[in-house]
């Protein structure tokens, strides 16, 4: 009975030592606000990164290629050295609106007050279930990740006779991973016109191994009793159906889906916080506070980013607003909406407030060539850049000004095609 | 001795809910029995494939032992259930008209439900029926039924398997029956008037001697016999499919909520059903199909389940599926003449000793324990004639406990199990907050059975709504590092179905 009601406080809890709760809880310190915790619920931080071995990452962030332990290395090094308290091993199970947390691991169960929240929890893989693939339901098929987690952190090998359905950056990733590992990747299929899955790892992880990738193709049928044994390949007709009449068989030992990723939001559920149907990430404005007043979320909860250098950018964005949520007790109001307009699939923030430095995120909603990023108040242009090619795959991140931001008019977010002449 | 020389008073071949229940209901008594099942664990075929309802009794014809059963069992289940430890919600059932032309029927219904002694049954209006289920787009009318109830099949199935073990009954996994064969006379005969014969049974490499042989095989139910020598009985694998619903569609559907049936059908309709553990199930399909073992989810199906979802209620959408699955219904009438035969459960006239029960389909589930009786009253019948006089054992042992489900704990109950075991501080399957002491539970479990299915039936670890995506990695690892049982030696389900079949990634 003593210790249940024995309630800790804390400034700022970061829920999550991945990429983004690293960056956020190292950003956080360096804006002055002393009395973090950063809960983690592996053995070690670093999350996902951990157990992505390949290279490519820090680019953008650190203009050299470095593999994923060696990218989260540099930012736990920057938790270690800054003296920030890391909980290990803690699942945080609860999250009021009231921004109480509940806390498990072996020691037992906690509570935590803070006064401010940030959402670092990261993502889930969309699953066979939840595409509804028709067939069998025995051993052999995974999702990108586990696969991944499973080869690269445990020495278990998944299959030798692979196919990969989804052109999602992982996928590509393990494709090349498997043939490394001995495995045959027969083919990468992707029901979609164009790729998910950036460029360069289309390049370097299907090209450069001679894996062929085919468009506009799906498993219509997984074959097997206990374990699949094979996998329908089916073409998508013109009107976006599955063609499973025109479906060939394929043997296969294993079926690794990489169909995309949904931010794991549950706890910001429990806290209330507001989520768009399109991100299903929460909304937030341009500090990245949530709709529950001191909540932030960053990362892959917030929405699915394909580079992680743009995850720690986002994580360390929060700064400012939790410093001056917690100097203050609140933030502006966010009085501007921000909508997607033409050739936009989503944009964020879904709102601001025009009080601080606003970088909007966007994905286009088709590929192409020459295009132009228009942001717009009432038919007025605030601001407008050329991209040379745009893709669905590759997120762009683009500063806006907030001076030039007119309080309570709506900002459309636009692409339209070609160079837009002033 | 008796485990060497495999010789039982009792043989029971199918270790679904009716066989597990009849494995209980034995063990009460001092005879000596077995259970055999082919598959690694008791409850994989239609036991563990259905909408794990409690039924009223109302849909069955009067008279039959269908109704009779049906009625008694759920009069009965919130008492098993809580002998044996199993979640159990009485939440009601709505059988929704559409408009009057199919309030007749639903008269019909309840007319029939009060034949057969169903209590409660209630006529209730549109107004009614959206205000005990505000979401529901169109409801003219329905019937109430405040004592259908549901369970946990599968938690069910193991309870009894469990129970029965512990009171002494045998169970043999991965024995599928290969061959019967009758014993001479006199060689195993009690007395005079007993038992003329016994049976050779060949089950999962051993060779088992028994008096009394019961068949409750389930969708094999019609082989088995024939492979004693009864070839009587025809069984049609009828599939049925379901969507699984993520818990945050739970809120969305408070009762059980079915169609008016179809006259002439083999099943109930499409229906929404609560779980205990707060998904949501649409389904059954109803389809006759060739093999009894084909449990495949079809496009065609899956299209029709997730329109059907949508007309009952709008917000049902594919975003809240997490997973799809398939049962099989044992069903005795063939697809031209659809509906339903009654049970049948006796001992063969022209084969003294063996028991069938064939065409077990629903209400099964509900109608298990009352089965189960009335097979250990024919049981005693072929024993007595014998001259033996079958008593009850004083030290059997009612209760059975489940393992403590940490997540349905509150957190001051929480906080003790953690400090009286950190293992329960461990969470091992995010979705679902299974830790790892529940994990070991389910990997130690009664029964033997180590399958990763055998740990997500018992743990409900890889049931949410990421499917396994966190904790099947963390499940290996524990499997190896804990219990040293290698990946290549781990199967998700049936013999062969390898979860690793590439092994290790050094090793090619």
Redesign the interface.
């Known amino acids: ?1 003593t ?2 009601h024995m309630t800790d406080r804390k400034d700022c809890v970061i829920i999550g030592g991945g990429a983004a709760g690293l960056a956020a809880a190292a950003a956080c310190r360096e804006n002055g606000i002393e009395d973090i915790l950063l809960i983690e ?1 592996g053995e070690v931080l670093g999350g996902i990164l951990n157990q992505c071995i390949h290279d490519g990452f820090g680019l953008h962030k650190f203009s050299e290629t470095l593999t994923g332990p060696e990218y989260a290395q540099r930012y736990i090094d920057m938790i270690t050295s800054r003296g920030i308290p890391v909980l290990l ?1 803690s ?1 945080v ?1 609860g999250l009021s609106p009231d921004k109480v947390l ?1 806390v ?6 906690h509570r935590i007050q803070a006064r401010s929240v940030i959402l670092a929890m990261g993502s ?2 969309r ?4 595409i ?1 693939i ?7 098929i995974f ?1 990108a ?2 696969a991944q ?3 690269n ?8 006779r692979v196919i990969i359905l989804g052109s999602g950056d992982i996928g590509l990733i393990m494709a090349r991973r498997l043939t490394l ?3 045959k990747v027969l083919m990468v299929l992707e029901k979609l016109p164009y790729p998910s899955g950036l460029p360069r790892n289309i390049n370097q992880c299907l090209r450069d191994f001679d894996i062929p990738l085919h468009l506009r193709r799906t498993v ?2 997984i074959h097997g ?3 699949l044994t094979g996998v329908d390949i089916a073409p998508i007709g013109d009107n976006g159906e ?1 063609q ?1 009449d025109r479906a060939e068989y394929m043997e296969c ?2 079926l690794l889906l990489s169909v995309g990723l949904i931010p794991e939001n ?1 706890l910001s559920r429990q806290a209330g916080v507001q989520l768009d149907p399109v991100t299903g990430g929460a909304v937030v404005d341009e500090y990245g506070q949530t709709s529950v007043p001191g909540i932030f979320s960053c990362g892959n909860v917030l929405q699915i980013h394909d580079l992680v250098d743009n995850v720690s950018l986002e994580g360390e964005a929060l700064a400012l607003g939790v410093k001056r949520y917690l100097e203050a007790g609140k933030l502006a109001e966010p009085g501007i909406k921000v909508f997607p307009g033409q050739n936009i699939r989503y944009c964020l923030p879904q709102h601001l407030s025009g009080q601080a430095p606003a970088v909007i995120s966007f994905r286009p909603s088709v590929p192409g060539k020459l295009h132009t990023i228009i942001f717009s108040q009432n038919g007025k242009i605030l601001r407008k850049k050329s991209l040379l090619k745009i893709n669905p795959a590759e997120m762009e991140r683009i500063e806006l000004d907030s001076a030039l931001l007119e309080s309570g008019s709506p900002l459309q977010v636009e692409l339209v095609p070609g160079r837009l002449q002033s | 001795m008796k485990a060497q020389d495999f010789s039982y008073d009792v043989i029971i071949a199918g270790g679904g809910v009716v066989g597990c229940a009849i494995a209980r209901e034995l063990s009460r008594l001092d005879l000596n029995t077995a259970l055999l099942e082919k598959e690694p664990d008791v409850g994989w075929g239609a036991s563990c494939r259905n909408s794990g309802v409690v039924h009223a009794g109302y849909n069955n014809t009067p008279g039959t032992l269908m109704a009779k059963f049906c009625v008694e069992g759920n009069q009965g289940f919130e008492v098993l259930c809580a002998e044996l430890d199993v979640p159990y919600k009485k939440v009601g059932k709505l059988v929704v008209a559409d408009g009057p032309d199919e309030v007749p029927a639903l008269e019909r219904l309840k007319a029939q439900g009060e034949t057969n002694g169903v209590r409660g049954l209630e006529m209730i209006d549109g107004d009614r029926v959206r205000e005990l289920e505000p979401h529901l787009e169109h409801a003219y009318a329905a019937m109430y039924s405040p004592n259908s109830a549901i369970t946990s099949p599968y938690l069910l199935t193991i309870a009894l398997a469990e129970n029965a073990l512990a009171n002494g009954v045998d169970i043999f996994l991965n024995s599928g029956v290969e061959r019967i064969d009758r014993t001479p006379s006199a060689s195993t005969a009690g007395g005079p008037e007993g038992i003329r014969e016994g049976f050779i049974v060949k089950a999962g490499g051993r060779e088992f001697r028994t008096r009394i042989l019961i068949n409750s095989a389930g969708v094999n139910s019609a082989e088995l016999s024939r492979l004693a020598g009864v070839d009587l009985y025809t069984i049609y694998p009828c599939r049925g499919e379901y969507y699984v619903l993520d818990t945050y569609a739970g809120e969305l559907v408070q009762h059980l909520v079915y169609p008016v049936p179809k006259p002439g059908s083999g099943g109930l309709g499409i229906h929404l059903t609560p779980t205990v553990d707060g998904n949501i199930l649409i389904g059954p399909s109803n389809e006759y199909i060739e093999s009894a073992e084909d449990y495949s989810v079809t496009a065609p199906v899956m299209k029709t389940l997730s329109e059907e979802a949508r007309s009952y209620m709008p917000q049902l959408n594919g975003g809240f599926y997490i997973r799809s699955f398939a049962g099989m219904r044992a069903k005795q009438t063939p697809p031209e003449k659809g509906g339903y035969f009654d049970y049948v459960i006796k001992e063969e006239e022209t084969c003294p000793g063996l028991i069938n029960l064939v065409g077990i389909e629903s209400p099964g589930l509900t109608a298990s324990a009352p089965i189960a009786r009335y097979v250990s009253g024919i049981v005693r019948n072929i024993v007595e004639r014998s001259g033996r006089e079958v008593c009850g054992k004083p030290d059997f042992i009612l209760k059975r406990t489940a393992p403590v489900r940490f997540a349905e704990q509150d957190d001051e109950v929480k906080a003790k199990l953690i400090a009286g075991d950190p293992d329960y501080g461990e969470i091992i399957c995010r979705c679902e907050q299974i830790t790892k002491k529940e994990i070991r539970q389910a990997i130690e479990n009664p029964l033997g059975a180590r399958s990763l299915n055998s740990i997500k039936y018992r743990s409900r670890a890889m049931m949410g709504r990421c499917q396994g995506g966190y904790c099947t990695q963390r499940i290996l690892q524990i499997l190896r590092d804990e219990y040293g049982i290698m990946p290549e030696e781990i199967e998700l389900g049936k013999n062969g179905s390898w979860v690793l079949s590439g092994g290790r990634c050094d090793v090619t």
């Open positions: 009975m210790k249940r619920r091993n699942m199970t509940t498990i691991n072996r020691g037992g169960l889930r893989e699953t066979r279930g939840a509804g028709p067939g069998s339901r025995g051993a052999g999702t990740g586990v987690n499973l080869i952190m445990k020495n278990f090998m998944t299959g030798r590992e001995g495995a219509s049928y009793g206990g374990h599955i499973p030992d294993s549950e």
